[in-house]
């Protein structure tokens, strides 16, 4: 039975959508391709999270990133409490947190460099090492020089408003809790560490979120290349 002109009109697109819907893999792209639609991916996941992170309150009203107290602070709190001092703590929190909001911008630079050095090889581990390559790229070239940029600053923020004091302080009231851990030591170390850890956080959740709708960063190159991978 011939074909109506109707029903032709009609198979002509769904067989071209049907085409084209599997028509580019991670093979069909090109290395400049690849590269561009990665280093574009790269950018506007640091460019985001470091805009979140590091302006008032992007730490301390983030509950995926806001440093909270160390556990052995916390477990003195009841006692401060008794004594009418656990708002010592509180303030403790959002002082720490406001030093982290005060560091992260410093990391855009560095991350920016990362995306320009990318090699061939780091751009095959992306594009085939799983959910997270994209965050695990950025902490393995940026977080040892981070941590040096970072605690300057952030100890200049905790020596101006007395932060060190104050934790210091605190963490009197806590040795017989246990052993301290190296990296609650000092208060300009904690919150060095928890500032890094809140920033490949956030990076990570613009790469999911990448993953998941690459279109929808407005980029076609990135919708390429990320939409060839999923």
Do not use: C, W
Not at 118 to 128: F, G, V, Y
Not at 155 to 160: I, L, M, S
Not at 181 to 195: H, L, M, P, S
Request: aromatic residues 4%; hydrophobic residues 45%; positive net charge.
């Amino acid at each position: 039975m011939p074909i109506s002109r109707r029903a032709m009109a009609l198979l002509i697109p769904l067989s071209l959508l049907a085409a084209g819907a599997g028509a580019i893999s991670l093979d069909d792209l090109s290395s400049k391709d690849a590269s561009g639609g990665l280093k574009a991916a790269l950018e506007t996941g640091a460019n985001a999270a470091v805009s979140k992170l590091g302006v008032d309150g992007g730490f301390l009203n983030n509950d995926k990133v806001r440093i909270a107290l160390p556990k052995m602070l916390e477990q003195v709190r009841p006692l401060l409490k008794l004594t009418g001092k656990s708002q010592q703590l509180d303030d403790l929190v959002v002082q720490m947190n406001h030093a982290a909001e005060a560091a992260v911008p410093m990391a855009k630079p560095l991350l920016l460099d990362a995306v320009k050095s990318m090699t061939i090889t780091d751009a095959k581990q992306i594009l085939t090492g799983g959910d997270t390559s994209v965050t695990d790229f950025f902490r393995a070239k940026t977080q040892d020089k981070l941590a040096l940029q970072f605690q300057p600053v952030v100890k200049q923020v905790t020596d101006k408003s007395g932060l060190a004091t104050k934790y210091n302080t605190a963490m009197g009231l806590a040795p017989k809790l246990g052993a301290l851990a190296k990296d609650q030591a000092t208060v300009e170390g904690y919150v060095t560490q928890r500032a890094l850890d809140g920033l490949y956080t956030m990076i990570a959740e613009e790469e999911k979120a990448i993953r998941a709708d690459p279109l929808g960063t407005g980029s076609k190159l990135i919708g390429k290349v990320f939409g060839a991978i999923k």
